[in-house]
């Protein structure tokens, strides 16, 4: 296997099994708008539930045209992900990995919506 797949199988992995793990934690041991500190007065951990996109765009549509444009999006995303990867010259490795990253947080989100 190529260093650069390697580098995208790890980064993904990670991400995705990061991703999923965090969200059931949060949502097996907190209440909702429940919350905490990670940097005080900078960063918390709040549980909030988001059916839309970014800041809640479309999240008073209708989840039978939202979900399928999501999934759709994420696959999508997925595939161009994927050909950027092959375009990488083999001896680059950071690149891969944070292609990996966005796509591990891509079907992170795609699970979710499912």
């Not at 549980?47 to 999240?59: D, E, I, K, P, V």
Request: proline share 4%; net charge positive.
């Amino acid at each position: 296997m190529k260093r650069r797949s390697i580098a995208f199988a790890v980064a993904f992995t990670l991400i995705l099994v990061g991703d999923l793990v965090t969200k059931y934690l949060i949502v097996a041991n907190m209440r909702w708008r429940e919350g905490f500190p990670v940097i005080d007065g900078f960063f918390n951990i709040v549980r909030a539930h988001n059916r839309g996109a970014a800041f809640g765009l479309l999240s008073d549509g209708s989840p039978s045209i939202v979900i399928p444009f999501f999934v759709v999006v994420a696959i999508a995303a997925l595939g161009m992900l994927i050909a950027l990867l092959r375009r990488l010259p083999e001896q680059r490795i950071l690149v891969p990995g944070v292609l990996g990253a966005i796509g591990g947080g891509a079907i992170g989100n795609l699970i979710d919506r499912i």
